[in-house]
């Protein structure tokens, strides 16, 4: 299979099934058997494709008189692949983008449509220059929507919330390759030598000033393949994350609670910082990602992770009190646009739901917490319904919960004002993931059916 078919056949299946771009991706490089060149190319198209939809249809309807939607789905997309070859991709010549188009067109069952496609981009190819690129007509916001190929709701909200400018900065950065980070297995090794051990393989890795313990990664290839990750020695982890479970400020000794915890990373994390000594339950509920969790937890040598399935929504099984409880709620994922493209062209509608699962999710969070524990939430998208509006609801209708500051390291900025408690990290600003944090504690002077306790005896209910 080729590298065009390959990433033909990734678009579609993302198109169809609403698959995440990087598990589509893998699998669809796993089943053909191409050189690292092709991969290459094949993953640059794949992902250059996903991230300019809107402009390359924006440029591709001017040259067709039928509407997008009545041309057959695979024709389209390998015109969207073609314009974006043509457009973007300086290496590959017009020629080969265009013949090798009418060739996959054939290849893939359409060859009725091989003179259609063929027509469309040799228009464009004969236009190209004389043509405005992107299209900029309409109004202000589906102008942005096509240079940026980012939804006008999307923007409108982002704008709503934080401005035109840091708007704008949000869409630019949409496009750059995001950068991979690890986090020391500090259990087994030191951030030093492992610098020095995977320099040793030819990865160049070097420490973050303001998180410790934090390595960002060039030149890696496959991770799978690294001797130091086949040993326990790291984990891949966004910055973001990392700050988080910093932030969290889980203690040794400490019983922890991760109510959402799979794939594992922030729970390895925690763990590292605890010094593997006390209580950490993760949960997930599904067989095959709590799997994952103790999977990852056995590689990295943790003994105090146990991984089991739990409804972190329902919350019906009473567990013991906990001294911290992570709630990183499923979320529409709006901040991490850099690692799956994809995300940025759900309905609104996709994502009005969210809000209150995450608030039942919380909810029921905070039920696990002793007097004086540590309740954190957490989300990676940037989305004010789910982050700031869930967070001042849970303080309003709890009262026996109360903001608790985030002290934050220094080197970190803030890109919007916002309560102490509560942090929203942009991509633009810190080079992490865009994510959310917000932190609680309970109140020691409230019992657990929630009535103020008061010096005279007396108990009070909470309002």
Same mark, same amino acid.
């Given at each position: 299979?080729?590298?065009?078919?390959?990433?033909? %056949?990734?678009?579609?299946?993302?198109?169809?099934?609403?698959?995440?771009?990087?598990?589509?991706?893998?699998?669809?490089?796993?089943?053909?058997?191409?050189?690292?060149? +092709?991969?290459?190319?094949?993953?640059?198209?794949?992902?250059?494709?996903?991230?300019?939809?809107?402009?390359?249809?924006?440029?591709?309807?001017?040259?067709?008189?039928?509407?997008?939607?009545?041309?057959?789905?695979?024709?389209?997309?390998?015109?969207?692949?073609?314009?974006?070859?043509?457009?973007?991709?300086?290496?590959?010549?017009?020629? !080969?983008?265009?013949?090798?188009?009418?060739?996959?067109?054939?290849?893939?069952?359409?060859?009725?449509?091989?003179?259609?496609?063929?027509?469309?981009?040799?228009?464009?190819?004969?236009?190209?220059?004389?043509?405005?690129?992107?299209?900029?007509?309409?109004?202000?916001?589906?102008?942005?929507?096509?240079?940026?190929?980012?939804?006008?709701?999307?923007?409108?909200?982002?704008?709503?919330?934080?401005?035109?400018?840091?708007?704008?900065?949000?869409?630019? @950065?949409?496009?750059?390759?995001?950068?991979?980070?690890? /986090?020391?297995?500090?259990?087994?090794?030191?951030?030093?030598?492992?610098?020095?051990?995977?320099?040793?393989?030819?990865?160049?890795?070097?420490?973050?000033?303001?998180?410790?313990?934090?390595?960002?990664?060039?030149?890696?290839?496959?991770?799978?393949?690294?001797?130091?990750?086949?040993?326990?020695?790291?984990?891949?982890? +966004?910055?973001?994350?990392?700050?988080?479970?910093?932030?969290?400020?889980?203690?040794?000794?400490? /019983?922890?609670? +991760?109510?959402?915890?799979?794939?594992?990373? %922030?729970?390895?994390?925690?763990?590292?910082?605890?010094? +593997?000594?006390?209580?950490?339950?993760?949960?997930?509920?599904?067989?095959? %990602?709590?799997?994952?969790?103790?999977?990852?937890?056995?590689?990295?040598?943790?003994?105090?992770?146990?991984?089991?399935?739990?409804? !972190?929504?329902?919350?019906?099984?009473?567990?013991?009190?906990?001294?911290?409880?992570?709630?990183?709620?499923?979320?529409?994922?709006?901040?991490?646009?850099?690692?799956?493209?994809?995300?940025?062209?759900?309905?609104?509608?996709?994502?009005?739901?969210?809000?209150?699962?995450?608030?039942?999710?919380?909810?029921?969070?905070?039920?696990?917490?002793?007097?004086?524990?540590?309740?954190?939430?957490?989300?990676?998208?940037? @989305?004010?319904?789910?982050?700031?509006?869930?967070?001042? /609801?849970?303080?309003?209708?709890?009262?026996?919960? !109360?903001?608790?500051?985030?002290?934050?390291?220094?080197?970190?900025?803030?890109?919007? %004002?916002?309560?102490?408690?509560?942090?929203?990290?942009?991509?633009?600003?810190?080079?992490?993931?865009?994510?959310?944090?917000?932190?609680?504690?309970?109140?020691?002077?409230?019992?657990?059916?929630?009535?103020?306790?008061?010096?005279?005896?007396?108990?009070?209910?909470?309002?």
């Amino acid at each position: 299979m080729s590298a065009r078919k390959t990433a033909l %056949k990734a678009l579609l299946r993302v198109d169809e099934n609403s698959g995440y771009s990087n598990l589509v991706l893998d699998k669809a490089l796993r089943s053909c058997q191409l050189s690292e060149r +092709d991969r290459s190319f094949a993953a640059a198209l794949f992902y250059g494709v996903l991230e300019r939809r809107l402009t390359l249809d924006a440029v591709l309807e001017q040259y067709t008189a039928r509407p997008k939607r009545k041309v057959d789905t695979t024709v389209w997309e390998i015109l969207r692949m073609a314009a974006y070859q043509i457009f973007y991709m300086d290496k590959v010549p017009d020629s !080969a983008a265009v013949n090798e188009a009418v060739i996959l067109t054939k290849q893939s069952g359409k060859g009725k449509a091989s003179g259609f496609v063929n027509g469309i981009l040799r228009n464009l190819l004969r236009s190209r220059g004389t043509v405005e690129f992107p299209p900029q007509h309409g109004s202000r916001l589906h102008r942005l929507s096509v240079q940026y190929s980012c939804p006008e709701w999307l923007i409108s909200m982002w704008e709503s919330a934080y401005g035109k400018d840091i708007t704008l900065k949000i869409m630019e @950065n949409c496009f750059l390759r995001p950068p991979l980070y690890a /986090r020391v297995n500090t259990l087994k090794i030191n951030r030093e030598k492992l610098i020095d051990l995977l320099h040793q393989e030819s990865i160049k890795a070097s420490s973050v000033v303001w998180l410790e313990d934090a390595l960002k990664l060039d030149n890696t290839g496959s991770i799978a393949q690294s001797k130091c990750f086949q040993h326990g020695l790291f984990h891949i982890q +966004d910055l973001a994350s990392q700050l988080c479970c910093k932030l969290f400020g889980a203690k040794p000794g400490e /019983r922890i609670y +991760d109510v959402c915890a799979a794939p594992g990373g %922030k729970t390895f994390t925690i763990a590292q910082r605890m010094h +593997d000594d006390g209580e950490i339950r993760s949960f997930d509920q599904y067989k095959g %990602k709590v799997c994952l969790i103790q999977k990852g937890a056995q590689r990295l040598g943790i003994h105090c992770i146990s991984a089991a399935l739990r409804d !972190a929504a329902a919350g019906s099984d009473p567990l013991p009190p906990a001294d911290r409880v992570l709630c990183d709620v499923p979320c529409s994922g709006l901040g991490i646009l850099r690692r799956k493209p994809e995300i940025r062209y759900k309905s609104p509608e996709s994502i009005d739901s969210l809000p209150i699962l995450q608030y039942r999710i919380l909810c029921r969070s905070a039920d696990l917490l002793r007097p004086g524990g540590v309740l954190l939430y957490s989300t990676c998208t940037l @989305n004010p319904a789910e982050n700031q509006a869930n967070t001042q /609801r849970f303080l309003s209708e709890h009262p026996i919960f !109360a903001a608790l500051p985030l002290h934050l390291p220094k080197g970190i900025q803030r890109t919007i %004002k916002e309560p102490e408690n509560q942090l929203t990290l942009f991509p633009q600003t810190n080079q992490t993931d865009g994510f959310f944090i917000s932190a609680f504690r309970r109140e020691e002077s409230f019992n657990h059916a929630g009535y103020q306790i008061h010096d005279t005896g007396r108990t009070e209910r909470g309002l």
